[in-house]
């Protein structure tokens, strides 16, 4: 009987030999935390279609920002979720000063400063009383340009409010360029822009629109990413870069992996995906059914990711991964 002189089952005998020739290392400070702040509440509110995530208080908020400072965590993205009452037609609390994502932000400037990336999710569908990412026509259709113009206010806002990086996720041609001309006139020059280039309008989303208490009337299908293409994905990608898109993201990432890898060879800035509310609920109802292995699978999705190009992962596991990556190593 003849035996194979190659074993790669060799460098895999051991943790200690796995670990040394692993291709794929994940770290907390490639970790953003999506965290949502709710107008008036005076402590967390759970949200039941994600078990762990919730609804903060702006002191609890502050609290969050602390750990994850201290976990090592890259970054924070910051939704606003404000009462039914504040929402109108065109999403006007998005822009005020004292809206609830300004007050946010100004909130975990003054708590961390520099110590993270304070992110801000810089869309109108948390404020807009229809649910949609933009301004609404006459015939009840999203108009792209009014939306720009309340894209260029709002990303000002934001940035005087103390936001490191705003993230433009309402898919509106040309919105990367109008914000960056905004931000750059207004002397926020030094705040960067991270597109959401590739946001498709896919089924993993519910969720999430339960966090932010969401009103939306219809679908986005007229302006996210359509799931069956990718050639056109990277059309949004070289558009985005071109107007001036300091990174570029894939939402949501495990459906979309492909895209991930696809985008990461197109660019030389660096690549992000959202793993969305959906991916996470899923994740947690079969843990909780006892079908998986959580903490075993949080760790490998979060791996798939960044194996396939990802460099910056937004998760609502980030701050558990934190830790489950320093006893790991």
């Known amino acids: 009987m003849s035996f194979p002189d190659i074993r790669p089952r060799r460098l895999r005998r051991t943790p200690a030999i796995r670990r040394l020739v692993e291709e794929t290392r994940l770290a907390p400070a490639e970790l953003i935390l999506p965290l949502f702040l709710k107008e008036g509440a005076t402590e967390p509110r759970p949200i039941s279609s994600l078990p762990g995530v919730v609804q903060h208080s702006r002191e609890s908020l502050r609290k969050v920002a602390h750990e994850a400072v201290t976990a090592g965590i890259g970054g924070l993205m910051l939704f606003g979720v404000p009462e039914n009452t504040s929402k109108d037609e065109t999403g006007s609390a998005g822009l005020d000063p004292d809206g609830i994502l300004n007050v946010g932000l100004r909130d975990l400037v003054s708590e961390v400063g520099d110590a993270t990336v304070i992110m801000s999710d810089l869309c109108l569908?948390?404020?807009t009383s229809h649910g949609h990412c933009g301004v609404l026509a006459a015939d009840g259709s999203v108009d792209n340009d009014a939306t720009l113009e309340i894209y260029a206010e709002m990303a000002v806002a934001q940035a005087a409010a103390g936001a490191h990086v705003v993230g433009p996720s309402g898919m509106m041609d040309g919105?990367?360029?109008?914000?960056?001309k905004a931000l750059d006139r207004a002397g926020y020059q030094d705040v960067s822009v991270l597109a959401y280039a590739a946001k498709y309008a896919g089924a993993f989303y519910g969720p999430f629109r339960e966090a932010v208490e969401s009103t939306l009337q219809g679908d986005r299908r007229?302006?996210?990413q359509d799931p069956p293409n990718l050639?056109?994905?990277?059309?949004?990608v070289d558009l985005d870069v071109a107007e001036g898109a300091d990174m570029v993201m894939v939402k949501p990432a495990l459906p979309y992996l492909d895209v991930i890898a696809a985008v990461r060879e197109r660019v030389t800035i660096p690549v992000a995906a959202y793993q969305v509310s959906g991916e996470?609920?899923?994740?947690e109802a079969a843990a909780a059914n006892g079908w998986?292995?959580?903490?075993r699978t949080i760790l490998e999705t979060l791996t798939s990711i960044k194996r396939a190009g990802a460099q910056i992962t937004l998760t609502y596991w980030a701050l558990e991964a934190a830790q489950l990556l320093r006893t790991r190593y």
């Open 125 to 127: 569908d948390e404020f």
């Open 175 to 180: 919105q990367v360029g109008v914000i960056r």
């Open 222 to 224: 007229q302006y996210q």
């Open 231 to 236: 050639r056109e994905a990277l059309r949004e």
């Open 280 to 283: 996470y609920s899923m994740v």
């Open 292 to 295: 998986i292995d959580r903490e």
